[in-house]
Protein backbone atom coordinates (compact mmCIF):
# COMPACT_ATOMS: atom_id res chain seq x y z
CA UNK A 1 0.00 0.00 0.00
CA UNK A 2 1.21 3.31 -1.18
CA UNK A 3 1.86 5.66 1.86
CA UNK A 4 0.41 9.35 1.16
CA UNK A 5 2.62 12.06 3.42
CA UNK A 6 0.45 15.45 4.72
CA UNK A 7 4.19 17.03 5.83
CA UNK A 8 7.33 16.04 3.15
CA UNK A 9 10.33 17.69 3.44
CA UNK A 10 13.76 17.40 1.74
CA UNK A 11 17.25 19.40 2.43
CA UNK A 12 15.27 22.00 4.25
CA UNK A 13 18.06 24.84 5.53
CA UNK A 14 17.69 27.77 7.56
CA UNK A 15 20.33 30.23 8.44
CA UNK A 16 20.66 33.34 11.21
CA UNK A 17 23.13 35.40 10.21
CA UNK A 18 25.91 33.20 11.49
CA UNK A 19 23.80 30.29 13.31
CA UNK A 20 22.71 27.37 11.05
CA UNK A 21 19.31 26.35 12.63
CA UNK A 22 18.38 23.63 9.50
CA UNK A 23 21.33 21.70 7.94
CA UNK A 24 19.51 19.67 5.49
CA UNK A 25 16.09 18.31 7.71
CA UNK A 26 14.08 15.40 6.05
CA UNK A 27 10.60 14.65 7.04
CA UNK A 28 8.09 12.28 6.41
CA UNK A 29 4.76 12.24 8.17
CA UNK A 30 1.86 9.91 6.89
CA UNK A 31 -1.25 11.32 6.92
CA UNK A 32 -3.59 10.80 10.12
CA UNK A 33 -0.61 10.28 12.11
CA UNK A 34 0.53 11.58 15.27
CA UNK A 35 4.78 12.80 14.81
CA UNK A 36 6.39 13.76 17.84
CA UNK A 37 8.84 16.05 16.64
CA UNK A 38 11.90 15.86 19.18
CA UNK A 39 15.68 17.20 20.51
CA UNK A 40 17.79 19.69 22.80
CA UNK A 41 17.48 23.26 22.81
CA UNK A 42 18.59 24.70 19.17
CA UNK A 43 18.16 21.73 17.72
CA UNK A 44 16.07 23.53 15.31
CA UNK A 45 12.70 22.21 15.64
CA UNK A 46 11.03 25.85 16.33
CA UNK A 47 12.77 26.51 12.82
CA UNK A 48 11.30 23.50 11.33
CA UNK A 49 7.66 24.46 12.45
CA UNK A 50 7.59 27.63 11.74
CA UNK A 51 9.12 26.97 8.43
CA UNK A 52 6.31 24.43 7.95
CA UNK A 53 3.65 27.04 8.81
CA UNK A 54 4.71 29.38 6.50
CA UNK A 55 5.94 31.71 8.94
CA UNK A 56 9.77 31.68 7.53
CA UNK A 57 10.89 31.06 4.33
CA UNK A 58 14.02 28.04 3.86
CA UNK A 59 17.40 29.09 2.42
CA UNK A 60 17.28 25.85 0.60
CA UNK A 61 15.53 22.67 0.43
CA UNK A 62 11.66 21.84 -0.67
CA UNK A 63 9.04 20.88 1.58
CA UNK A 64 4.95 19.88 0.21
CA UNK A 65 2.11 20.39 3.31
CA UNK A 66 -1.45 18.88 2.81
CA UNK A 67 -0.23 18.17 -0.58
CA UNK A 68 0.81 21.88 -1.57
CA UNK A 69 4.26 23.24 -2.34
CA UNK A 70 5.42 25.44 0.91
CA UNK A 71 7.08 28.43 -0.60
CA UNK A 72 4.87 28.33 -4.37
CA UNK A 73 2.00 27.78 -2.78
CA UNK A 74 1.86 29.70 0.80
CA UNK A 75 -1.50 30.26 1.14
CA UNK A 76 -2.95 26.93 -0.32
CA UNK A 77 -1.18 25.44 2.64
CA UNK A 78 -2.50 27.95 5.30
CA UNK A 79 -5.91 26.92 4.51
CA UNK A 80 -4.90 23.49 4.73
CA UNK A 81 -3.50 23.87 8.50
CA UNK A 82 -3.63 24.42 12.28
CA UNK A 83 -1.28 25.42 14.79
CA UNK A 84 -1.47 26.05 18.39
CA UNK A 85 1.62 28.06 19.62
CA UNK A 86 3.53 28.05 22.98
CA UNK A 87 1.28 31.04 24.01
CA UNK A 88 -2.30 31.14 24.23
CA UNK A 89 -3.73 33.29 20.94
CA UNK A 90 -7.25 33.98 22.53
CA UNK A 91 -8.25 36.98 23.64
CA UNK A 92 -9.02 37.22 27.52
CA UNK A 93 -11.46 39.92 27.14
CA UNK A 94 -13.84 37.69 25.14
CA UNK A 95 -15.90 34.39 26.30
CA UNK A 96 -14.86 31.20 24.66
CA UNK A 97 -18.45 30.90 22.96
CA UNK A 98 -16.91 34.95 21.43
CA UNK A 99 -13.71 33.80 20.84
CA UNK A 100 -14.66 30.67 19.00
CA UNK A 101 -17.25 32.67 16.88
CA UNK A 102 -14.43 35.62 15.96
CA UNK A 103 -11.70 33.06 14.68
CA UNK A 104 -14.81 30.84 12.58
CA UNK A 105 -15.54 34.62 11.11
CA UNK A 106 -11.90 35.30 10.60
CA UNK A 107 -11.95 32.00 8.75
CA UNK A 108 -15.10 32.61 6.72
CA UNK A 109 -17.00 29.60 8.48
CA UNK A 110 -20.82 29.66 7.52
CA UNK A 111 -22.39 28.91 10.43
CA UNK A 112 -19.86 31.02 13.01
CA UNK A 113 -22.44 29.96 15.80
CA UNK A 114 -22.89 26.31 15.47
CA UNK A 115 -19.61 25.58 15.12
CA UNK A 116 -18.46 27.38 18.18
CA UNK A 117 -21.12 25.07 19.98
CA UNK A 118 -19.69 22.09 18.80
CA UNK A 119 -16.51 22.64 19.60
CA UNK A 120 -17.25 24.34 23.01
CA UNK A 121 -19.37 20.49 23.78
CA UNK A 122 -15.83 18.73 22.11
CA UNK A 123 -13.68 20.16 24.61
CA UNK A 124 -15.84 20.01 27.61
CA UNK A 125 -15.82 23.81 27.64
CA UNK A 126 -20.16 24.39 28.07
CA UNK A 127 -19.52 25.47 31.50
CA UNK A 128 -16.83 28.15 30.97
CA UNK A 129 -18.43 29.23 27.14
CA UNK A 130 -19.51 32.36 28.46
CA UNK A 131 -16.96 33.58 31.21
CA UNK A 132 -14.30 35.56 30.00
CA UNK A 133 -11.58 33.75 28.38
CA UNK A 134 -8.91 35.17 31.20
CA UNK A 135 -10.63 33.87 34.06
CA UNK A 136 -10.50 30.33 33.06
CA UNK A 137 -7.63 27.74 33.96
CA UNK A 138 -4.85 26.56 32.28
CA UNK A 139 -6.06 23.77 31.09
CA UNK A 140 -9.38 25.36 30.43
CA UNK A 141 -7.76 27.89 28.41
CA UNK A 142 -5.10 25.88 26.58
CA UNK A 143 -8.07 23.76 25.46
CA UNK A 144 -9.69 26.68 24.35
CA UNK A 145 -6.93 27.64 21.92
CA UNK A 146 -6.84 24.04 20.73
CA UNK A 147 -10.39 24.59 19.96
CA UNK A 148 -9.86 27.73 18.33
CA UNK A 149 -7.13 26.11 15.85
CA UNK A 150 -9.32 23.49 14.65
CA UNK A 151 -12.96 26.06 13.46
CA UNK A 152 -11.30 25.55 9.95
CA UNK A 153 -11.02 21.41 10.18
CA UNK A 154 -7.33 21.57 9.55
CA UNK A 155 -6.14 18.64 7.78
CA UNK A 156 -2.92 19.37 9.09
CA UNK A 157 -2.36 20.30 12.75
CA UNK A 158 0.70 21.74 14.44
CA UNK A 159 0.74 21.83 18.34
CA UNK A 160 4.34 23.28 20.15
CA UNK A 161 4.37 22.07 23.44
CA UNK A 162 0.52 22.13 23.65
CA UNK A 163 0.31 20.92 27.68
CA UNK A 164 3.91 22.93 29.07
CA UNK A 165 2.35 24.29 32.39
CA UNK A 166 -0.87 22.43 32.67
CA UNK A 167 -2.01 20.16 35.88
CA UNK A 168 -2.73 16.52 35.08
CA UNK A 169 -6.32 16.93 34.35
CA UNK A 170 -5.33 19.17 31.84
CA UNK A 171 -3.18 17.45 30.23
CA UNK A 172 -5.45 14.80 29.90
CA UNK A 173 -8.20 16.63 28.83
CA UNK A 174 -5.39 17.93 25.96
CA UNK A 175 -4.16 14.33 25.13
CA UNK A 176 -7.84 12.87 24.37
CA UNK A 177 -8.19 15.54 22.30
CA UNK A 178 -4.71 14.75 20.35
CA UNK A 179 -6.32 11.09 19.90
CA UNK A 180 -9.78 11.72 18.65
CA UNK A 181 -7.93 14.47 16.33
CA UNK A 182 -6.25 11.36 14.77
CA UNK A 183 -9.35 9.19 14.30
CA UNK A 184 -10.92 11.43 12.87
CA UNK A 185 -8.03 11.46 9.88
CA UNK A 186 -6.13 14.86 11.19
CA UNK A 187 -2.32 14.51 10.57
CA UNK A 188 -0.11 15.69 14.05
CA UNK A 189 2.90 17.57 14.09
CA UNK A 190 3.60 17.14 17.81
CA UNK A 191 6.52 19.12 19.46
CA UNK A 192 6.18 18.64 23.43
CA UNK A 193 8.81 18.45 26.61
CA UNK A 194 7.32 15.69 27.88
CA UNK A 195 8.21 12.43 26.72
CA UNK A 196 6.11 11.02 28.56
CA UNK A 197 3.44 12.53 26.23
CA UNK A 198 5.12 11.79 22.97
CA UNK A 199 5.75 7.81 23.96
CA UNK A 200 1.71 8.09 25.10
CA UNK A 201 0.39 9.93 21.61
CA UNK A 202 2.55 9.84 18.69
CA UNK A 203 2.74 7.08 16.22
CA UNK A 204 6.58 8.21 14.89
CA UNK A 205 9.29 10.59 16.38
CA UNK A 206 11.48 12.09 15.11
CA UNK A 207 14.70 13.19 16.86
CA UNK A 208 16.38 16.60 15.50
CA UNK A 209 19.68 17.13 16.91
CA UNK A 210 22.32 20.21 15.40
CA UNK A 211 19.19 20.83 12.41
CA UNK A 212 19.69 17.25 11.47
CA UNK A 213 17.42 14.75 11.88
CA UNK A 214 18.73 12.15 14.07
CA UNK A 215 16.67 9.23 14.31
CA UNK A 216 13.27 8.45 13.51
CA UNK A 217 10.63 5.62 14.16
CA UNK A 218 7.94 4.24 16.04
CA UNK A 219 8.63 5.15 20.13
CA UNK A 220 9.26 0.98 20.31
CA UNK A 221 11.50 1.03 17.15
CA UNK A 222 13.49 3.18 18.75
CA UNK A 223 14.05 2.00 21.80
CA UNK A 224 14.81 -1.58 20.26
CA UNK A 225 17.83 0.73 19.23
CA UNK A 226 19.21 1.72 22.48
CA UNK A 227 19.05 -1.88 24.09
CA UNK A 228 18.13 -2.84 28.19
CA UNK A 229 18.32 -0.40 31.29
CA UNK A 230 20.38 -1.67 34.15
CA UNK A 231 19.75 0.00 37.72
CA UNK A 232 21.23 -0.52 40.87
CA UNK A 233 20.02 0.60 44.19
CA UNK A 234 22.96 0.82 46.83
CA UNK A 235 23.08 0.73 50.60
CA UNK A 236 24.92 4.19 51.02
CA UNK A 237 26.28 7.15 49.02
CA UNK A 238 30.07 5.74 49.22
CA UNK A 239 28.66 2.53 47.37
CA UNK A 240 27.37 5.18 44.63
CA UNK A 241 30.61 5.56 42.43
CA UNK A 242 31.84 2.22 43.08
CA UNK A 243 28.46 0.53 41.36
CA UNK A 244 28.57 3.52 38.61
CA UNK A 245 32.44 2.17 38.06
CA UNK A 246 30.50 -1.58 37.33
CA UNK A 247 27.84 -0.25 35.45
CA UNK A 248 30.29 1.57 33.17
CA UNK A 249 32.20 -1.39 32.57
CA UNK A 250 29.30 -3.57 31.69
CA UNK A 251 27.21 -1.49 29.98
CA UNK A 252 29.22 0.83 27.90
CA UNK A 253 27.65 3.92 28.36
CA UNK A 254 28.08 6.74 31.29
CA UNK A 255 25.99 6.20 34.14
CA UNK A 256 23.35 7.98 35.98
CA UNK A 257 23.75 8.88 39.38
CA UNK A 258 21.09 9.85 42.07
CA UNK A 259 23.48 10.10 45.20
CA UNK A 260 20.09 11.55 47.43
CA UNK A 261 18.42 7.52 46.42
CA UNK A 262 21.50 6.13 46.42
CA UNK A 263 20.82 5.07 42.70
CA UNK A 264 22.82 3.90 40.01
CA UNK A 265 21.69 3.70 36.41
CA UNK A 266 22.94 3.07 32.69
CA UNK A 267 21.23 2.02 29.14
CA UNK A 268 23.31 -1.14 27.82
CA UNK A 269 24.79 -1.31 24.92
CA UNK A 270 25.44 -4.94 25.46
CA UNK A 271 22.70 -7.54 24.67
CA UNK A 272 23.78 -10.28 26.71
CA UNK A 273 24.13 -9.03 29.87
CA UNK A 274 21.35 -10.40 32.60
CA UNK A 275 20.44 -10.30 36.05
CA UNK A 276 22.25 -13.03 37.59
CA UNK A 277 25.41 -11.30 36.05
CA UNK A 278 24.56 -7.94 37.02
CA UNK A 279 24.08 -8.84 40.65
CA UNK A 280 27.75 -11.23 40.62
CA UNK A 281 29.67 -8.12 39.20
CA UNK A 282 28.40 -5.98 41.80
CA UNK A 283 28.92 -8.11 44.60
CA UNK A 284 32.23 -8.84 43.26
CA UNK A 285 33.15 -5.29 43.64
CA UNK A 286 32.00 -5.25 47.31
CA UNK A 287 28.98 -3.74 46.30
CA UNK A 288 26.08 -3.16 49.35
CA UNK A 289 23.09 -4.11 46.84
CA UNK A 290 19.67 -4.00 48.06
CA UNK A 291 18.14 -3.79 44.74
CA UNK A 292 18.75 -4.43 41.28
CA UNK A 293 16.73 -4.78 38.15
CA UNK A 294 16.85 -4.64 34.27
CA UNK A 295 14.17 -3.36 32.49
CA UNK A 296 13.21 -1.61 28.59
CA UNK A 297 14.25 1.32 28.02
CA UNK A 298 12.03 4.85 28.53
CA UNK A 299 12.12 7.56 25.95
CA UNK A 300 14.10 9.21 28.44
CA UNK A 301 16.97 6.91 27.73
CA UNK A 302 16.25 6.85 24.29
CA UNK A 303 16.91 10.49 24.12
CA UNK A 304 19.98 10.45 26.56
CA UNK A 305 21.59 7.77 24.40
CA UNK A 306 20.70 8.50 21.07
CA UNK A 307 21.30 12.45 21.51
CA UNK A 308 23.53 12.97 23.91
CA UNK A 309 21.62 15.36 25.71
CA UNK A 310 20.15 15.64 29.16
CA UNK A 311 17.91 18.57 28.02
CA UNK A 312 14.74 18.82 25.62
CA UNK A 313 12.91 21.58 24.20
CA UNK A 314 10.58 22.54 21.47
Excluded at 36 to 62: E, F, H, I, Q
Excluded at 80 to 94: F, K
Excluded at 107 to 126: M, N, P, Q, S, Y
Amino acid sequence: MTTTYAVLSEGLEKRFGAVHALRGLDLAVAEGTVCGLLGPNGAGKTTAVRLLTTLLRPDAGSARVAGHDLVREAAAVRRRIGVTGQYASVDGDLTGRQNLRLFARLHRVRDTAARAGELLDRFGLTEAADRPAATLSGGLRRCLDLAASLVRRPDVLFLDEPTTGLDPAGRDRIWEAVRLLKEEGTTVLLTTQYLEEADRLADDIVLVDRGRVAHAGSPAELKALVGTYAEAVVAGADAVPVAAAVLDRLTGTEPVLDHERHTVGAVSTDSTLTLPRLVRELDAAGVPLLDASLRPPTLDDVFLRLTGSKEIAA
